[in-house]
Nanobody, 122 residues
């Protein structure tokens, strides 16, 4: 059984930083892509970032480019999202996802975590 478990969310002031982690178990994604999405209250789930595990190619939404960094640890089968210069509009539940069915930016992945909440206060 494949599981994705996120951690690292919390409450932070604007301008602060958080690092989200997503630990995968049950399979590796070494030949696939893992991504981060977020969903704010009353809004649709939106793409944040993704990484091609083997090639290391990274993808970012324009809204987070230059502030967020995605990375992976092969030994730990874990993907990270380092979030710096956080803004109140970054407030959302952040979801980890693995193995996209379509494009990496489309919220149509085979595997999803349960989400971790990020709140940025002004």
């Amino acid at each position: 059984q494949v599981q994705l478990v996120e951690s690292g969310g919390g409450l932070v002031q604007a301008g602060g930083s958080l690092r989200l982690s997503c630990a995968a178990s049950g399979r590796t994604f070494s030949r696939s892509v893992m991504g981060w999405f977020r969903q704010a209250p009353g809004k649709e789930r939106e793409f944040v970032s993704a990484i091609n595990w083997s090639a290391g190619t990274t993808y970012y939404a324009d809204s987070v480019k230059g502030r967020f960094t995605i990375s992976r640890d092969n030994a730990k089968n874990t993907v990270y999202l380092q979030m710096n210069s956080l803004k109140p509009e970054d407030t959302a539940v952040y979801y980890c996802a693995g193995d996209p069915r379509r494009t990496v930016t489309t919220a149509s992945y085979n595997y999803w975590g349960q989400g971790t909440s990020v709140t940025v206060s002004s």
